[in-house]
């Protein structure tokens, strides 16, 4: 149960850092906004890894190219999500966004060498036929009367998906070798530096009310981050994961209460179907781990 609470807390402040990132979308830059997100959530971690006595195993990397690598996938990910914000209601980026883990089946199959049978195949087959029944509606080559503006959003969500899929199987090649506060603290200060690459194409300085939301996202990160990984301390994976798509409901109610943005009959069927998805998938994953568990317990020593 504290695990499920931790998940769930995670999955809240994440949607409410993402609501104060689009409340500034129109006028900051999604870069600019990955800076905040990022600088402002290293005290938070820093002071968490000291409390724990983790600081020096936080700081210590075997695996600097991994973590550069994560690094710069994810952050394009973020970057990516965060200039979607401008063009799509919350609840739209968010279930488009539920494509990553889908995707890191099929990335993890191929760069991974991961077994993928024919049912977690056929789970993303249906993920991707919800994904396409929330994104047709903004595109311009199935609905003429979608803007190019929603198109570029639609398209910049699934990029964000298809990259923050990627980090997804960088961080599994991480752990190898790194511990989960050594992957947090690096990817925060990664995605620092990155984000200024960004500093020549149009930064500006935002009013206090839009600099104040960026600092807040960016505390409101690292304390997100650190209770997502506290999640996982305190239970299974499988028992947790699905609280991901809690995300749902919290982006309906604060899209429809900050933003005024009514969700369509069309994007809450292709969520439904996408979630569903999802869940089978974890479920397959729980299944096939407790057969690897048996399997291990069955063993006889030495093997």
Same mark, same amino acid.
């Given at each position: 149960?504290?695990?499920?609470?931790?998940?769930?807390?995670?999955?809240?402040?994440?949607?409410?850092?993402?609501?104060?990132?689009?409340?500034?979308?129109?006028?900051?830059?999604?870069?600019?906004?990955? @800076?905040?997100?990022?600088?402002?959530?290293?005290?938070?971690?820093?002071?968490?890894?000291?409390?724990?006595?983790?600081?020096?195993?936080? #700081?210590?990397?075997?695996?600097?190219?991994?973590?550069?690598?994560?690094?710069?996938?994810?952050?394009?990910?973020?970057?990516?999500?965060?200039?979607? #914000?401008?063009?799509?209601?919350?609840?739209?980026?968010?279930?488009?966004?539920?494509?990553?883990?889908?995707?890191?089946?099929?990335?993890?199959?191929?760069? #991974?060498?991961?077994?993928?049978?024919? @049912?977690?195949?056929?789970?993303?087959?249906?993920?991707?036929?919800?994904?396409?029944?929330?994104?047709?509606?903004?595109?311009?080559?199935?609905?003429?009367?979608?803007?190019?503006?929603?198109?570029?959003?639609?398209?910049?969500?699934?990029?964000?998906?298809?990259?923050?899929?990627?980090?997804?199987?960088?961080?599994?090649?991480?752990?190898?070798?790194?511990?989960?506060?050594?992957?947090?603290?690096?990817?925060?200060?990664?995605?620092?530096?990155?984000?200024?690459?960004?500093?020549?194409?149009?930064?500006?300085?935002?009013?206090? @009310?839009?600099?104040?939301?960026?600092?807040?996202?960016? #505390?409101?990160?690292?304390?997100?981050?650190?209770?997502?990984?506290?999640?996982?301390?305190?239970?299974?994976?499988?028992?947790?994961?699905?609280?991901?798509?809690?995300?749902?409901? @919290?982006?309906?109610?604060?899209?429809?209460?900050?933003?005024?943005?009514?969700?369509?009959?069309?994007?809450?069927?292709?969520?439904?179907?996408?979630?569903?998805?999802?869940?089978?998938?974890?479920?397959?994953?729980?299944?096939?781990?407790?057969?690897?568990?048996?399997?291990?317990?069955?063993?006889?020593?030495?093997?």
């Amino acid at each position: 149960m504290r695990g499920i609470a931790y998940k769930l807390i995670s999955v809240l402040v994440f949607i409410t850092m993402a609501a104060m990132i689009k409340a500034t979308a129109d006028h900051v830059p999604a870069g600019e906004a990955v @800076f905040f997100r990022s600088f402002f959530a290293i005290p938070v971690i820093l002071v968490w890894l000291a409390w724990r006595r983790e600081l020096s195993t936080g #700081l210590r990397t075997k695996n600097p190219f991994g973590h550069f690598w994560r690094g710069l996938m994810g952050t394009t990910a973020m970057g990516l999500g965060f200039a979607s #914000l401008a063009f799509l209601p919350l609840p739209e980026v968010t279930a488009i966004g539920y494509t990553a883990p889908l995707l890191t089946v099929v990335f993890a199959a191929m760069f #991974l060498g991961e077994e993928v049978r024919l @049912f977690r195949i056929s789970c993303v087959i249906l993920g991707m036929v919800g994904v396409l029944i929330v994104v047709s509606p903004r595109l311009t080559i199935v609905n003429t009367g979608a803007s190019h503006a929603e198109a570029l959003g639609a398209m910049m969500v699934l990029g964000s998906a298809v990259f923050a899929a990627l980090a997804q199987v960088f961080v599994r090649k991480l752990v190898n070798t790194e511990t989960t506060a050594n992957i947090v603290f690096w990817f925060s200060v990664t995605a620092t530096l990155l984000s200024l690459l960004t500093l020549p194409y149009g930064w500006v300085v935002p009013t206090g @009310f839009e600099a104040a939301l960026l600092v807040a996202s960016g #505390l409101l990160g690292g304390l997100g981050q650190i209770f997502l990984t506290s999640s996982y301390r305190s239970a299974d994976a499988s028992v947790v994961a699905p609280f991901d798509y809690a995300s749902m409901l @919290f982006a309906l109610g604060f899209g429809w209460f900050f933003f005024d943005e009514v969700p369509t009959v069309t994007m809450l069927i292709g969520a439904a179907i996408v979630i569903f998805a999802g869940v089978l998938i974890i479920w397959r994953e729980r299944a096939l781990g407790l057969e690897r568990a048996r399997q291990r317990k069955a063993m006889p020593p030495g093997l």
